[in-house]
């Protein structure tokens, strides 16, 4: 297996826009540890070509989205700047292969978080602010099909982003319990609760900080920002989707693609 030429043929997917068959079909030796290797090196092509990482995510963080995908353990990914659009925005659809939307709480830190053991009140404290926003992920394999190694080499199906324009301080939501419903073109396509992301999102980043910890000892630098993980399964969009999220007592975030 070499791990440079599996990045480049992932790497190329996304780029171009072409499905492709799960690099697991081929190689089904590749270890969890092989497959972040190959998400550095995919994540190293698109450094080199001046797109910029602006924020982690995690994935498959909620049960929802564990049994929507069959895959039981949380991964981690990058988010680039060509990714993010806001609340209101348009997005284009040609841009994606099968793209599905989910609802997310980001996270922004004030402070370093790194260790094994960081709990929910240490990243409470250590959080500026929460932002609702959404995840539009678009895996590059046929039919949305992956084991653990695919995806993560696959950058966790990343592909855009839309933020809600209000920041809110940690303090001011029972952040545990924020209910959430996405709508699509006037009807409510799902309904869930912050709750389902491992228990409480916070806990989603001390799970981030401690993947990283027990990588490479590295961890969260103050101004970080993170995407804790899907509430619910994602929902899959059409072209001409009129999308909106409604996070109680968080307001709105809205996009349409067309
Ligand atoms: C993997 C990415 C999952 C989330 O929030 O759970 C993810 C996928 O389902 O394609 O971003
Ligand atoms: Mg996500």
């Known amino acids: 297996m070499n791990i440079k030429e599996i990045a480049k ?16 079909a081929e190689s089904n030796d590749i270890t969890i540890d092989q497959a972040y290797d190959i ?54 659809f040609d ?17 370093d978080i790194k260790g094994e053991d960081i709990t929910i009140d240490e990243v409470m404290e ?16 046929k039919n949305f099909k992956f084991t653990l190694p695919d995806v993560i080499a696959d950058n966790t199906s990343a592909k855009g982003v839309v933020y809600g324009r209000e ?6 939501h029972d952040l545990e319990n924020v209910s959430v419903s996405i709508h699509s073109n006037g009807e409510e396509k799902i309904k869930g609760n912050s709750s389902a992301v491992v228990g409480h999102p916070a806990e989603s980043v001390a799970t981030l900080a401690k993947m990283l910890y027990e990588r490479n000892g590295s961890g969260l630098k103050k101004g970080d920002v993170i995407f804790t993980g899907g509430m619910t399964e994602a929902i899959h969009l ?3 989707d009129e ?5 109680e007592g968080m307001g709105e975030v809205k996009f349409s693609i067309s």
């Open 167 to 172: 920041k809110f301080r940690p303090a001011e």
């Open 243 to 247: 999308v909106v999220t409604k996070f």
């Open 9 to 24: 043929h992932v790497y190329n997917a996304e780029d171009s826009h072409y499905p492709i068959d799960r690099i697991t």
């Open 126 to 141: 250590r959080t500026e602010s929460v932002i609702p926003a959404l995840e539009i992920i678009d895996s590059r394999y």
């Open 95 to 111: 841009g994606y292969l099968h793209p599905k939307v989910e609802a997310e709480l980001v996270f922004i830190l004030k402070d």
């Open 238 to 240: 059409n072209k001409g």
């Open 39 to 92: 998400q550095e090196e995919v994540i190293r092509l698109k450094e080199n070509k001046g797109q910029r990482i602006t924020a982690y995510k995690m994935g498959l963080t909620s049960r929802g989205k564990m049994e929507q995908m069959g895959v039981n353990d949380p991964i981690h990914g990058k988010v680039f700047d060509y990714m993010e659009k806001y609340d209101g925005e348009t997005l284009t």
